[in-house]
């Protein structure tokens, strides 16, 4: 019989929604709250939840249009449970739980972060997953990574004891000026002849990963310049940023990828799509898996392509 897995992710700012048959995705829709989230410099949660609570449905009905698909063929529902900001991931479980009660399609519950970390194999027929692998999420909620031993054994190896990169990220381009989110405008400013300034300097790459205080030295430094009246060179100060922040990363996932026996590092979030990272990454191991641009960010895709992996490895398909 065929499989029709919908996948339904609004963890965050994003509602999406995805069909995947048999393996193969056939549709996909995704529409954000980032552009009211703007005017507030961050994401306000209630503004998220009160966004899908408006287009849920709307994006339910073009995912099965586009597919050509009626609702009764749906055969297994996975969505987004945790984590996530809780009025977003509620509106999103409830959805996907009355539907699975009308139609009577199996409930699949998906932990966010292990979507992003298999969504380098979302049309990448050239890449292949081998397992153990070294996973690291980098987004806006999250710095961790992972020890992937398989589909369903994944542990946490390191993750922050404060901020999410994505987050210092949104925060170091705030205080330059520039529109929410701010990592995207960071990545396109990094001129590398202009990385000299060191805000922190060295951490050690057996430490835990922790940002904040890379954070407030950016921050007091654009401070201290304003209130002496001087100029400010935003792409030294954001390039600077940039190389000493990926640079930790990269040291960090070096230190631990040497340590143990990974067939290859796989990155995922929506601060995979950062060009530094994506080019330095290659000096730890030429063995690393990374999303296509368009899979960096919050998708149903990822969520829906997780769980009908999970299955198929499991077989538990039927
Ligand atoms: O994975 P994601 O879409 O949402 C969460 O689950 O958090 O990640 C969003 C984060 C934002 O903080 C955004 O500024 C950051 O990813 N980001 C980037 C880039 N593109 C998005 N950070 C650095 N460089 C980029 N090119
Ligand atoms: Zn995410």
């Known amino acids: 019989m065929k ?25 996909h829709v995704t529409t954000s709250s980032a552009q009211q989230q703007a005017q507030y410099g961050g994401v306000v949660p209630e503004v998220a939840s009160r966004y899908h609570l408006k287009n849920l449905h709307h994006v339910f009905l073009k995912t099965l249009n586009d597919a050509n698909f009626e609702p009764r063929q749906i055969t297994h529902i996975a969505y987004t449970a945790l984590p996530g900001l809780p009025g977003s991931i509620h509106v999103g479980t409830l ?17 966010h972060l292990y979507g992003h970390l298999f969504s380098p194999y979302l049309e990448q027929q050239n890449l292949k997953i081998e397992f153990p692998f ?88 654009v401070h201290k310049l304003n209130q002496q009246q001087k100029p400010l060179d935003k792409i030294e100060i954001a390039s600077s940023f940039q190389k000493e922040i990926i640079d930790d990363l990269m040291n960090k996932t070096a230190y631990i990828f040497q340590k143990g026996n990974y067939k290859k590092i796989v990155i995922g979030g929506g601060v995979s799509a950062n060009k530094y990272l994506r080019t330095h990454m290659q000096n730890i191991t030429q063995n690393i898996d990374i999303p296509l641009l368009k899979y960096t960010g919050d998708n149903a895709a990822m969520i829906v392509f997780y769980a009908y992996q999970k299955l198929f490895l499991k077989n538990e398909l039927d």
């Open 95 to 111: 959805f996907a739980k009355m539907l699975s009660s009308l139609i009577g399609a199996k409930l699949i519950p998906i932990n």
């Open 134 to 221: 070294l996973g690291l999420v980098v987004s806006g909620g999250h710095t961790t990574l992972y020890d992937v031993k398989s589909i369903d054994e994944i542990e946490i190896l390191n993750e922050t004891s404060d901020d999410a990169i994505g987050e210092v990220y949104d925060k170091v381009a705030r205080v330059l000026g520039w529109s929410y989110p701010g990592g995207p405008i960071v990545d396109k400013n990094y001129d590398e002849t202009k990385a000299d300034l060191k805000f922190v300097g060295h951490h050690s790459p057996k430490d835990q990963f922790s940002y904040s205080g890379l954070k407030t030295a950016v921050i007091n430094y």
């Open 3 to 27: 499989t029709v897995f919908l996948g339904i992710e609004t963890s965050c700012d994003e509602t999406s929604m995805a069909i995947i048959v048999d393996g193969k995705l056939v549709s």
